[in-house]
């Protein structure tokens, strides 16, 4: 099982950006998948998670502003981000929680983790 991030970048304060997160050699329609991030001396935290019926959850400080979605058969989960904000910036992860097909919020759930994609928001 492979997931790859992209669409990281640097953006200002009210801007957006489109994360992709394209998975390999899974069941994709079955499973949770979440996105997660990290900003610089802090802990992993969880942002949003999308079942494979499309059931949705978000942290409260992204929620309004930011959207996850997939596509089944691209195989393929995004995170637009809107309005964003400098405390925005870290690095964002996506994540698969095999074995769970509803929404999962826990990180230690996840068992199979992309390489993180690095945005940067300016003030």
């Known amino acids: 099982v492979q997931l790859q991030a992209s669409g990281g970048g640097t953006v200002q304060a009210g801007g957006s950006l489109r994360l992709s997160c394209a998975a390999s050699g899974v069941t994709f329609s079955r499973y949770a998948m979440g996105w997660f991030r990290q900003a610089p001396g802090k802990e992993r935290e969880f942002v949003a998670t999308?079942?494979?019926?499309?059931?949705?959850g978000y942290a409260d400080s992204v929620k309004d502003r930011f959207t996850i979605s997939r596509d089944n058969a691209k195989h393929t989960v995004w995170l637009q981000m809107n309005s964003l904000r400098p405390e925005d910036t870290a690095v964002y992860y996506c994540a698969v929680a095999q074995g769970y097909a509803r929404a999962i919020r826990a990180g230690s759930l996840y068992d199979v983790w992309g390489q993180g994609t690095l945005v940067t928001v300016s003030s």
């Open positions: 999308i079942t494979g019926s499309e059931n949705t």
